[in-house]
């Protein structure tokens, strides 16, 4: 990266202007690099003269001019830095010979072969997957995909609660609540038959000891009833991941809740447990009997009981493991820290599942594992790192990552759409999949397309269906991850702004023009000498330079809508550039200039684009 390697030739500058002041860089001192807002100062700029005046007792001034006699001893950082300025208070102001930094290699930071899991998408298998799971599917798939970009070797799992209220309360309906209602697929006939069930409980009490019935026996795995919710898990998650399939979505490995129970991993974990201070067996008060883990809650701490229990039962007073004891026996598992294993057998495709029969295989034993869950399981998975932590595992704990997200709620517009009531004039509608309240993925799809195809001129290159997919893909990635996505129809399948229409757009544009220059004999190559910049230019090169910077940061930050903010500046860039700078009409070295910027603008968007499990169009 440009930015590590200016760092350390600043830092071996910064060494030996601390040695003649007699003493060491003091470790205090951050060196630290920025872009300048104003491309007039510089391509990157540095305070740390400011910073080492009070250490070395001397005017910044004085220290900048320092450091700047030490690089200009620096061959190689006189060749890629074409002049260094001192500004007052004490900034260091560097420009970029673009030329030479146009023949370097720069390599992201070595990950030690490390090995990462990340879960992610985990949707109840009990109807069609709505727009919220797709937030989470599509923030674990970018994940994986930069972590890979990164360097690290990385498995995608995807866990299945077949043991779940969900899966019971459909089944519930299927054997108990008539619907004659016509339905394409399955997983909708579900969605419906689960809501009506809901809806059931609050009139029909005996089905709510149906719905006990249907949990025993899918937690006992051998009844009518097990066989029966598993027949409806599997042909769910069939279905959700033919739709994860079309967003470009892939799993390693579907875990499947079941097979912890029935492999004995909690036992593993029980034993291990046991052994430690904070996991005890309540003997009074109303958790008498239960299994439970404290909380390391600090002194001051201000979090309500009602949010935070200061106890976190793990196995109920009559036997019952609850979901967390599952998670952290799960987690014990991923990082290979019990010594039971399941068995493994293909699912679909490429894709291997954990079950009854199978073979031995090579899934998990992470190094760092890496949970996307909305922010509403920050509890449960604090308690799993807690446990980690608790049985002598720091290392695991401080490598477990929950990437928390905001949930995605209905705009009004959209709201009115699905039937809700919205004259109380709230500015979002929660979905809620017991109210039958939702926009299922699917039906997206099928809405975007249409918007796509009435508003496109040229049909050629991609269809609509894929232009909406990967629009609705780039919607749900470039906010900020703590953001409630507040989805709007009319919002999301805008085609100009922040959107996926316009990345995609200024690469078929990028790529056009390539093969213009291309017929007309020619083919972008790095000029011998760069011509005079114009700023439009400058600026594009600029912000290209920062790639793996960004690449580097995203993977550090667990941050995918970095990479939609970095692609969305750059295709504004080489849209400025593309205005501002005749391209084909130019000749000589400004002509061969401007097509290798072209050239390398493309293949920087779209290093971005696969980051973003996004397509590559030839045409729009």
Not at 294 to 314: G, I, M, Y
Not at 345 to 354: A, E, I, L, R
Not at 384 to 402: D, F, R, T
Request: with cysteine; charged share 20%.
């Amino acid at each position: 990266m440009l930015s590590q390697w200016i760092i350390r030739e600043l830092e071996q500058a910064l060494d030996q202007v601390c040695l003649a002041a007699g003493t060491a860089r003091p470790e205090s001192v951050i060196t630290r690099i920025e872009q300048p807002a104003n491309i007039e100062h510089g391509d990157y700029s540095t305070n740390i003269a400011m910073q080492l005046a009070k250490h070395l007792r001397q005017a910044p001034l004085h220290i900048a001019e320092a450091i700047k006699n030490e690089l200009n001893k620096h061959d190689a950082f006189k060749h890629v830095i074409h002049t260094i300025d001192i500004a007052a208070p004490g900034f260091i102001n560097l420009r970029i010979n673009w030329r030479a930094w146009a023949d370097m290699t720069f390599a992201l930071p070595a990950t030690a072969d490390e090995k990462v899991v990340i879960e992610h998408t985990s949707i109840n298998p009990n109807k069609s997957a709505h727009i919220g799971h797709l937030r989470n599917a599509c923030i674990g798939d970018t994940l994986v995909r930069l972590m890979k970009k990164a360097g690290y070797r990385v498995e995608a799992h995807n866990y299945i609660d077949d043991l779940g209220n969900q899966l019971a309360d459909t089944v519930v309906g299927l054997l108990h609540t008539p619907l004659a209602k016509a339905h394409s697929r399955f997983g909708d006939y579900c969605w419906d038959i689960y809501s009506l069930t809901n809806k059931a409980y609050d009139t029909t009490p005996e089905l709510a000891q149906k719905r006990t019935e249907v949990l025993h026996e899918l937690e006992e795995g051998n009844g009518n009833l097990a066989w029966m919710g598993l027949l409806v898990a599997e042909r769910i998650v069939k279905e959700h991941l033919e739709e994860m399939k079309q967003f470009g979505i892939h799993y390693d490995l579907l875990v499947w809740e079941s097979s912890i129970v029935r492999e004995g991993f909690w036992s593993s974990a029980f034993e291990q447990l046991k052994r430690t201070p904070n996991f005890y067996q309540e003997q009074t008060g109303k958790l008498a009997g239960c299994w439970v883990l404290k909380q390391e809650v600090e002194a001051n701490s201000e979090s309500p009981e009602s949010e935070f229990s200061a106890e976190k039962v793990l196995v109920r007073s009559n036997g019952i493991l609850t979901y967390t004891a599952k998670d952290i026996a799960y987690h014990l598992w991923k990082f290979g820290l019990i010594n039971k294993d399941f068995m493994y057998q293909k699912f679909t495709g490429d894709v291997w599942s954990t079950g009854r029969h199978g073979n031995p295989h090579s899934f998990g034993k992470a190094d760092i594992v890496i949970n996307v869950i909305d922010y509403r399981q920050q509890y449960p998975q604090a308690m799993v790192k807690q446990a980690l932590e608790s049985l002598g595992y720091a290392e695991q704990a401080e490598k477990l990552h929950h990437v928390s997200y905001g949930v995605v709620s209905l705009s009004p517009s959209a709201a009115a759409d699905l039937g809700i009531d919205v004259s109380d004039g709230k500015s979002s509608y929660a979905m809620s999949g017991r109210q039958g309240v939702g926009i299922k993925i699917a039906h997206l799809i099928d809405q975007m397309e249409q918007v796509i195809e009435t508003s496109r001129s040229d049909k050629n290159g991609l269809s609509s269906r894929e232009i909406a997919i990967a629009s609705i893909r780039y919607y749900l990635l470039r906010f900020a991850l703590q953001t409630e996505v507040v989805f709007d129809m009319k919002q999301a399948s805008e085609i100009s702004g922040n959107t996926g229409v316009y990345l995609l757009y200024s690469y078929a544009r990028s790529l056009s023009v390539l093969n213009k220059a291309h017929q007309s004999g020619f083919p972008p190559a790095l000029p011998e000498t760069f011509p005079k910049l114009e700023q439009a230019e400058h600026a594009l090169l600029r912000h290209m330079s920062t790639w793996q910077d960004t690449l580097h940061t995203a993977s550090r930050e667990l941050a995918p809508n970095m990479i939609c903010n970095y692609a969305y500046e750059l295709a504004s860039l080489f849209n400025n550039f593309y205005a501002a700078c005749p391209i084909l009409k130019a000749d000589g070295d400004v002509l061969q200039l401007r097509l290798w910027l072209t050239a390398r603008f493309k293949d920087t968007l779209a290093e971005a684009l696969d980051v973003l499990g996004m397509p590559t169009p030839s045409r729009m």
